[in-house]
């Protein structure tokens, strides 16, 4: 390998890291954002995985998916999970070493036959890993254990990231990881699993490949109505090889990220798969609504369609069940004009129209209320306030990471709901405890959220959650990332505290606060506390970081020693 990757990647590095960010750790969120691209995560779920740190047991990401979703707690609805569902695991190992290391798997396949061993008690493994490992193990368990009679398919992918060369891994590494693989099988049975090496070069290729948001639709037949509406008819090769990137992997940033809701082997979904693989004499788009996709500009040239900014905002459904059909294909070029599809194209940047057009073309498909949050008056609200003041609600999923602004004032929905509750709410256990549910319900969500509140207390929650962060990260070595992070959302609530001298602070005192004056000291002293108070909470009880951080006794002991100059 040439050394110029090496110089090429600390240049990106450099360029990409923001201030109160150690190099190893950027390298570790940077190597997830990589291998982790074609899920489009965003800043804070990316965070989300990080376990490395002290007793991490060799794994820096732990990354578990269901159905394609990132899951971040225990309490899903298995109730609501269909037959067959897929569930990935994705292990991380990165380091900025300039080789790959054998030690490396010994590590992993120790920790693997504790935390997959389904015998072992995970509380007598907390002895072992820190709680981050746990957590996340124990939330594995749980869906696989959970989801055992609707047969799962599970596939395990380790990654060992370095700056080093592919080209040059020592067969004794190969082979340390090959017996990774072979007792990861045994002891997750039927599971597929794969170790794959990630270098300087692989990086770089991943940094390089951008999300398009230009693409070209060819069609059979087409009507318009001015400039801004077009109906299509495409083959479904076509159709294909539009939603697909190079790898032929589904683009799954094309499918507004609040209505993406796959519904796996239900009924309509079995008869769409039935369609597509009889031999029939109608064509698809006889017995389909097709699909509706929106787009900011499009110009058509021949048979050819070009689209801007491209989101499919319903025919999830149909989409994926097309992909799945046509993957699992060997020759395309005989699957060519036999079916075809109907794609409806609507053309504006109006940002209130698309909302009422992704809200109106999904009430007849069974996506949650939740799932449909970014559309509410309010989230758009927020975001104008927001942008006022330089900073940016991602109300829209990644929508300001993908256009490059600066990830230190970008905040998501989830963010702010989890922020607000803990600060505005005073329960920063139920923040940490519920890191996506905490808004599923109406009434949560409205309590959260509410118009009558005034808005100027969303945004200056927002800058004090960054900035409690911002010098978390910074912190000296005498507290653990695990303890850091499980705490966070009761360090802001005490620095509100502290920097209003008011346990009862009210909204208009989250208001009228100056941010610039809540400094090193306040927080540090926050911190201090905090984690000290939880170390000897934890003596008195039985339990771990996560579970206490998670529940109300531990703010109950705390407040009454908050003592306000």
């Not at 991943?206 to 087409?222: A, I, V």
């Not at 540090?524 to 006794?553: E, Y």
């Amino acid at each position: 390998m040439s050394d110029n990757d090496i110089i090429l990647l600390n240049t990106i590095l450099g360029q990409q890291k923001t201030g109160g960010v150690s190099q190893s750790d950027f390298f570790e969120f940077f190597t997830f954002e990589q291998l982790l691209k074609n899920f489009d995560l965003s800043n804070d779920e990316i965070k989300s995985g990080k376990t490395g740190g002290g007793d991490d047991g060799g794994i820096d990401g732990f990354f578990i998916f269901l159905n394609d979703n990132l899951i971040l707690e225990k309490e899903i609805n298995k109730d609501e999970i269909k037959k067959n569902p897929t569930i990935d695991l994705f292990i991380v190992q990165a380091t900025e070493s300039k080789s790959f290391n054998e030690e490396v798997f010994d590590k992993l396949s120790d920790t693997i036959s504790s935390i997959f061993d389904l015998t072992k008690d995970m509380e007598q493994l907390k002895n072992f890993y820190n709680v981050s490992v746990i957590e996340k193990a124990g939330i594995f368990r749980d869906i696989y254990t959970g989801l055992a009679s609707k047969y799962p398919k599970i596939n395990v992918s380790f990654f060992h990231a370095t700056k080093g060369s592919t080209a040059g891994i020592h067969l004794k590494v190969k082979n340390k990881a090959k017996k990774l693989e072979d007792k990861t099988k045994k002891l997750l049975g039927g599971s597929n699993v794969e170790v794959k090496f990630f270098g300087a070069r692989e990086l770089l290729e991943s940094f390089r490949t951008e999300k398009t948001y230009t693409l070209q639709l060819e069609f059979t037949e087409s009507f318009s109505k001015g400039e801004n509406d077009y109906a299509v008819l495409c083959d479904l090769v076509n159709y294909y090889n539009f939603v697909t990137d190079d790898l032929k992997n589904l683009r799954k940033y094309i499918f507004e990220s609040n209505v993406r809701d796959y519904q796996g082997e239900v009924e309509v979904n079995k008869d769409i798969k039935k369609t597509l693989e009889s031999e029939r004499k109608t064509d698809f788009w006889w017995l389909n609504n097709g699909i509706t996709l929106i787009a900011k500009k499009a110009s058509a040239a021949g048979k050819t369609i070009t689209l801007d900014d491209v989101q499919i905002v319903n025919g999830l459904q149909t989409t994926r069940c097309i992909y799945d059909y046509l993957h699992a294909k060997k020759d395309l070029s005989k699957e060519k004009n036999k079916n075809s599809l109907l794609v409806k194209i609507i053309i504006t940047d109006d940002l209130a129209v698309r909302d009422n057009i992704i809200k109106a073309t999904n009430f007849q498909t069974r996506i949650p209320d939740t799932q449909l949050r970014a559309t509410d008056v309010m989230q758009r609200d927020l975001e104008d306030f927001f942008k006022k003041d330089g900073w940016y609600y991602d109300r829209r999923k990644n929508y300001y990471k993908n256009i490059g602004k600066p990830t230190d004032k970008i905040v998501g929905i989830p963010y702010l709901a989890q922020s607000i509750t803990a600060i505005l709410l005073k329960e920063p256990h139920i923040a940490r405890g519920r890191p996506t549910s905490i808004i599923k319900k109406d009434d949560d969500y409205k309590k959260v959220f509410n118009p009558s509140v005034d808005i100027r207390v969303y945004l200056n929650i927002a800058k004090v959650m960054k900035k409690v962060e911002d010098y978390l990260r910074g912190r000296d070595k005498k507290f653990t990332v695990p303890e850091k992070t499980n705490f966070r959302f009761h360090i802001a609530m005490i620095t509100i505290m502290y920097a209003t001298k008011k346990k009862d602070y009210q909204i208009k005192d989250i208001i009228d606060l100056n941010i610039k004056k809540i400094n090193k000291k306040i927080i540090n002293n926050t911190i201090k506390f905090v984690l000290d108070s939880s170390s000897n909470f934890l003596k008195s009880q039985n339990g771990t970081l996560d579970s206490i951080a998670k529940s109300r006794p531990f703010v109950d002991y705390i407040l009454p020693m908050v003592k306000l100059k």
